[in-house]
């Protein structure tokens, strides 16, 4: 639970002016002007120290109560262009096509996909089984990580299944 304490300001409103200020491309000079229409005066430097302050307990209080993820994960790996550079995307969907992490990384290697994986899991739990296409590195970082999981006495181990068919709906999200 995120305290409050000592603020001058209701819960809601701080609530709703860093929610604001995240999923809205607004400066904090506006945003100031925005919550001032509705009656707040506040300054943006407030703001500002409120967006600091709570939007990483606001993300902490997100994760922890995320509905777990299901047992089989798709994973794929794409060359897109980012602010005129070239970079792999990494993307992970659960079997209903719903976004469970994603990376950026300027290689396509096993290292960058082990801590693709690494940081997927760490954020979803560890599945069962996870579909990869006929990707080396995929297929290499899945096994660092079996690796990890073994020296850190983890029980499960992750198994991949190698067929494009089955990826399809990682890369074609409108079916």
Known sequence: ?????GCHFPK???????????????SLR???EILAERGVAVDHATLNRWVIKYSPLI???AQRRKRPTVVCWRMDETYIKVKGNWTYLYRAVDRDGKT?????????????????FAKALSNNGIPLRI????SGANGAGIKEVNKILKK????????TVRSKYLNNIIEHPSR
């Open 131 to 134: 579909v990869i296409d006929k």
């Open 59 to 61: 993300a902490l209080e």
């Open 30 to 32: 506006d945003l100031e």
């Open 100 to 116: 469970l992490d994603f990376m950026l990384s300027e290689r396509r290697n096993t290292a960058a996909a082990t801590l693709f």
């Open 1 to 5: 639970m995120i305290s409050f304490k």
């Open 152 to 159: 850190y006495g983890c029980p499960t181990k992750i198994s």
């Open 12 to 26: 809601l409103v701080i609530l709703h002016a860093v929610y604001f200020y995240l999923r809205y491309s607004v």
